[in-house]
């Protein structure tokens, strides 16, 4: 993580939208996310209020960059659990593949999570990605179950399982965001002990 407090100004290396989106996950801890303007998060980062605006329209854009990478890393992940292996524990595997596709990952979605759980706005603004977090996991559930298209059952089956799973790993996730454990294995493992779907 860059430190906010040591950043010099001037441009980040090359205009760096991630570096720049780590500053503003660092200020929306430490200032909370509705109390950080984009002012602050320009001056931290090093850049003018028009460059900033030029990576990152809003405050959730520089909330959720990368996140487009994640939900692919996902998916991929999803389409390589083996068909024997239960449903619950596909989707729980995919995820902790994605969370661990690389170094960086982890510290920030760790953030993400901690940020989210603060307060009001902050969960608003994730309420967009929340949902669709949780229709990928419905994807999965319907492709899996080998559920019909544009069938209102199978929409609703696929909808209530992939909800419930989803609901269920970002209890994990917001558990782990409160600990000072590094990694989220042990909250998953936690969590997945209570959740029981067939498939």
């Known amino acids: 993580m860059v430190s906010t407090a040591t950043r010099a100004r001037g441009r980040p290396r090359a205009g760096d939208p991630a570096e720049i989106s ?37 405050k959730a854009a520089l909330f959720w960059y990368g996140m487009e990478d994640s939900a692919r890393l996902f998916r991929e992940a999803c389409a390589r659990q083996p ?11 995919a995820y902790v593949e994605m969370l661990h596709a690389s170094t960086i990952r982890l510290p920030i979605i760790k953030l993400r999570v901690a940020i989210v759980t603060q307060g009001v706005e902050a969960a608003d603004a994730a309420w967009l990605r929340f949902e669709e977090w949780s229709r990928m996991v419905a ?6 179950r080998g559920l019909p298209p544009k069938s209102l059952e199978a929409d609703l089956q696929a909808d209530v399982v992939g909800g419930m799973i989803w ?5 994990a996730l917001s558990a782990w965001a409160a600990s000072e454990e590094p990694d989220p294995g042990p ?3 936690d969590v997945r002990r209570h959740v029981t779907v067939s498939g």
């Open 83 to 93: 068909s024997g292996v239960q449903l619950v524990d596909a989707v729980f595997g």
């Open 187 to 189: 909250a998953l493992a």
């Open 167 to 171: 609901s269920a790993l970002w209890s």
């Open 139 to 144: 994807d999965f559930v319907a492709d899996r």
């Open 22 to 58: 780590e500053i503003a996950l660092a200020l929306f801890v430490d200032r909370g996310y509705s109390a950080t303007t984009m002012a602050e998060i320009a001056d931290a980062a090093g850049v003018s209020l028009p460059t900033l605006f030029r990576y990152f329209p809003s």
